[in-house]
């Protein structure tokens, strides 16, 4: 009985295996997918570099490197030396303007002007500016929040928060 039922079951996995390899084989012929065979290799027209010109209202190919395609409207292909820099020339890095170099910034004081408002007195690099709420200083800096106790500021698209006598470099 064991081994009948053993048979019956490896018969039905034979029989739904090559159902399912049966069905792989016709079904894209059934709902039209076209097949394709690889019999024979396809011949493919590629311009050559010496065809490499004005094509469909593209400029001049003094922009192309030696060896570039233009195809319809776009260049192809530009081969590039993979040991050239991609940014050739180094950036000017003297000035104060590098958004590289840190800036020390400190909260010497936080008051309150002859008209009630709060201010802060904030020192960037040894120059001191007095800003209040909303005002943009030293360029790149704006006060978003200030407290008694504390400025809240931003840099670029971050935040960070400053005590009266703290320093950052930013």
């Not at 590039?80 to 010497?108: C, K």
């Not at 400025?151 to 930013?170: A, C, R, Y």
């Amino acid at each position: 009985m064991v081994k009948r039922s053993s048979t019956l079951i490896t018969t039905i996995l034979l029989l739904a295996a090559l159902v399912s390899i049966s069905w792989l084989l016709v079904a894209p012929g059934v709902f039209g997918a076209s097949r394709t065979t690889l019999d024979a290799p396809q011949n493919v027209v590629l311009p050559s570099a010496t065809d490499a010109g004005v094509v469909a209202g593209v400029g001049s190919t003094d922009s192309l490197l030696r060896g570039s395609r233009v195809v319809e409207a776009f260049q192809a292909a530009q081969p590039r030396d993979p040991f050239r820099p991609l940014i050739v020339g180094a950036p000017d890095v003297s000035g104060s303007d590098d958004p590289l170099s840190g800036s020390n910034v400190t909260v010497v004081a936080i008051t309150t002007d002859a008209a009630g408002n709060r201010r802060a007195i904030v020192r960037v690099d040894g120059t001191e500016y007095t800003v209040g709420v909303g005002e943009t200083f030293a360029g790149r800096y704006k006060i978003v929040a200030l407290d008694d106790d504390k400025v809240t500021f931003l840099f670029g698209d971050s935040t960070f928060v400053l005590g009266e006598g703290q320093q950052i470099l930013k």
